[in-house]
């Protein structure tokens, strides 16, 4: 039986207009100078009180990559230098033992993500790291509930990543 593709030409050009490649919460435009760090802070600790439950996620972006892909629009740093992402995850500790202080140990968190960059320019101590890092300040979800990912290069994940 052969199939006879057929497009709606109305519907094509209604929806036919650029958009972000991707999309974040809040969006960029969202974003100004009236809302400030004890703004921030408020906000956490009203969800915190109102919904103590209320699940989390968060997002790591990894900024580094050995190469960059052609088809790639992050922010990025291309370089082989391994010593830069150290100091970076430094900083993300620091962050996160901010960010965790803020939040109740009842909020678990129900999603995380890893983008960049490529996360697996990180070497498995630099993973395991943050992972630790991150379940000193944060609950995580067991593996088989959470939803976590990352993005990888597949030229350089390993059985062991």
């Known amino acids: 039986m052969e199939q006879i593709l057929t497009f709606d030409m109305e519907l094509i050009r209604r929806y036919d207009k650029a958009g972000p490649r991707y999309t974040s919460y809040p969006t ?4 100004h100078d009236g809302f400030g760090p004890e703004e921030y802070k ?5 969800t915190n009180q109102e919904d103590p439950l209320r699940p989390l996620s968060l997002y790591f972006h990894i900024p580094f990559c050995d ?17 830069k992402s150290p100091p970076y995850l430094d900083r993300v500790a620091k962050e996160l033992e901010l960010q965790g ?19 697996t320019f ?4 630099e993973i395991r ?4 890092t991150t379940r000193k300040h944060f609950t995580l979800r067991d593996d ?18």
Request: include cysteine; charge should be negative; glycine fraction near 8%.
């Open 42 to 46: 408020a906000v956490v600790a009203r």
């Open 67 to 83: 190469t960059v892909c052609f088809y790639c629009g992050c922010n990025k740093i291309a370089t082989k230098d391994r010593s």
């Open 28 to 31: 960029a435009v969202q974003f």
């Open 129 to 132: 790291r943050l992972m630790d």
């Open 144 to 161: 088989d509930e959470g939803e976590y990912s990352i993005e990888i290069d597949p030229r350089e994940a390993t059985p062991e990543t």
């Open 101 to 119: 202080a803020l939040f109740d140990r009842s909020r678990v968190v129900e999603q995380l993500h890893w983008g960049g960059g490529t996360p």
């Open 122 to 125: 990180l070497n498995h101590d």
